[in-house]
């Protein structure tokens, strides 16, 4: 099993552009997550998605979109790319997140970098 | 609303020595669940241990242990006779049990730990 994989590993954009990062587990895991990770600051919530079908916003969703394209897959849209953000994005899944129980495991990160 | 303080930003230990990582959190419910997720320098979380608020018994796992006491609201985790491979970052998080925002980790700053060879 690879568990949760992401790619690309590292981007850098031009203020302005967009891009979509990709995302996918092959756990069968129902709920997935994006964080972003800045220096000094744990991890944020961007978006999550509690099953297939479904997505809803976390602790900062602003200039970010995300489609939950299959149960494997799910994927983070940059519109319109901003210095601000700059980050390190992962991707999380766990089993089912109805309740606290369950234990989010995470994808190896992609470095972005907004010029 | 959910906090988990790590109050040490950096550690440096010598290898072989024992280190305990702090972990604060702040809750006001009584379910709830706490993490703790290594990120070594090549930068990927590596989940460690998930515990509930109703099971304060204390958990050994090699050389890591975890000593979770709700008096205090604390979870520390101790590292027996590090070594340079566990030089990483340590986070703490919490997740509530049910309700608005279960699905949320609330994490800590991080505790970067470096060990000494």
């Known amino acids: 099993n690879a568990g949760v994989t992401q790619t690309p590993k590292f981007q850098v954009l031009k203020t302005g552009q967009s891009m979509t990062l990709q995302c996918a587990q092959d756990?069968?895991?129902?709920?997935m997550y994006w964080y972003r990770q800045d220096p000094g600051m744990g991890l944020r919530l961007i978006y999550y998605?509690?099953?297939?079908?479904?997505?809803d916003k976390g602790e900062v969703p602003n200039g970010y979109n995300v489609s939950r394209l299959n149960k494997r897959e799910f994927s983070l849209r940059l519109e319109s790319a901003a210095p601000s953000q700059t980050s390190v994005y992962f991707c999380?899944?766990?089993?089912?997140?109805?309740?606290?129980?369950?234990?989010?495991?995470f994808g190896p990160g992609t470095r972005l970098t907004v010029l | 609303a959910q906090k988990v303080t790590q109050a040490q930003t950096e550690i440096s230990v010598v290898e072989k020595e024992d280190v305990t990582l702090d972990c604060v959190y702040e809750?006001?419910?009584?379910?709830?669940?706490l993490f703790w997720y290594k990120q070594p320098p090549s930068g990927e979380l590596v989940f460690l241990i998930r515990?509930?608020?109703?099971?304060?018994q204390n958990e050994i796992s090699g050389r890591y242990s975890w000593n979770f006491q709700k008096s205090t609201s604390s979870f520390n985790f101790t590292i027996t006779a590090s070594q340079v491979v566990d030089s990483a970052v340590y986070f703490c998080?919490?997740?509530?049990?049910?309700?608005?925002?279960?699905?949320?980790?609330?994490f800590g700053k991080g505790t970067k730990l470096s060990v000494i060879p």
């Open positions: 999380a899944s766990s089993e089912q997140w109805v309740t606290g129980a369950d234990t989010q495991y």
């Open positions: 998605s509690a099953s297939e079908g479904t997505t």
């Open positions: 809750t006001r419910d009584t379910t709830y669940y």
């Open positions: 756990m069968n895991h129902n709920s």
């Open positions: 515990r509930n608020s109703f099971d304060e």
């Open positions: 998080a919490l997740r509530r049990g049910s309700g608005a925002g279960s699905y949320q980790l609330t």
